[in-house]
């Protein structure tokens, strides 16, 4: 299972989220059980460790994160574990970076979208005073009323980011700020290929990309002469296939396996394009 986080809808009464004008801001977050969950992060985000620490599975390799540390994360899907000391728990509080912000600081370091893919997931950068101090104060806002205001909250994540472009070198960061801004036409099919078998909606993939919609639609039309759903079914379907001639998996698993919304929705696309469903499938192959 995937989580969508933040998630697709606001819940009044959980208060370990920062909403204001029914936009996420960050989370408090605080885990007493350890668990091994696949997320995907609908937004990029900078994660602050306040205890414990955090195992992040990213591209075949286990990243660490510390309290003496801070992770800047480009939205996608990653499997995390939260770990902590007997008898303690997990703290940390995540910072869910607007694109306005983003934007205006990287245009301030004449930071633009390359033509040239960057797949940097990740930034983690060792903590200092002046990064303790800030991540101190984060807890004021989750209970100071006054805080509570959009351009406020703005304001607090452009200081953290312009901390950062002033005090680390551009060359050691362009790479990451390059992944998170990027439109360029391999981005799409860089998205593509990493997450087309997971359950996602166009809108989800539009997102990853950095682009609308419509945008997404039109450039996915010019790359792949085909829309985007007509597209995924087509491939989902071909993987599908081989999975039913070459393993004993169940339908539902298979069905769950290639990224079909449900196993209802597989077997109707299926028999449309094959005349026949995935069971009868297989018993002739």
């Not at 950062?164 to 050691?172: A, N, V």
């Amino acid at each position: 299972m995937i989580y969508h986080f933040p998630p697709k809808e606001i819940d009044p009464v959980d208060s370990s989220f920062l909403v204001v004008e029914n936009t996420f801001f960050a989370k408090h977050k605080i885990e007493n059980k350890t668990a091994l969950r696949n997320i995907f992060l609908t937004e990029n985000v900078l994660i602050f460790i306040l205890k414990g620490y955090k195992h992040l599975h990213i591209q075949n390799e286990t990243v660490e994160v510390t309290p003496q540390e801070i992770i800047f994360l480009k939205k996608g899907i990653y499997a995390m574990a939260e770990y902590f000391e007997e008898k303690s728990e997990f703290e940390a509080i995540l910072l869910f970076l607007k694109p306005k912000i983003v934007q205006e600081v990287t245009a301030e370091y004449n930071i633009k979208s390359s033509n040239n893919l960057s797949n940097i997931p990740f930034l983690k950068i060792k903590s200092n005073p002046v990064i303790e101090t800030y991540k101190s104060q984060l807890g004021q806002y989750f209970i100071q009323e006054p805080l509570k205001e959009k351009n406020i909250l703005l304001l607090k994540q452009k200081e953290i980011l312009l901390y950062i472009f002033k005090t680390i070198p551009l060359s050691e960061t362009i790479p990451f700020w390059d992944a998170i801004i990027s439109t360029s036409t391999e981005n799409i099919t860089y998205v593509m290929d990493k997450y087309l078998f997971h359950k996602l909606s166009l809108k989800d993939y539009a997102n990853l990309t950095n682009r609308s919609l419509s945008s997404f639609k039109r450039d996915f039309a010019t790359i792949y002469s085909s829309s985007p759903a007509k597209w995924i079914n087509q491939k989902r379907l071909e993987y599908s296939c081989l999975l039913l001639k070459n393993t004993q998996e169940r339908i539902s698993e298979i069905s769950e396996k290639c990224g079909f919304e449900s196993l209802s929705y597989f077997t109707r696309i299926f028999k449309k394009t094959y005349h026949m469903t995935p069971s009868e499938f297989r018993a002739e192959s």
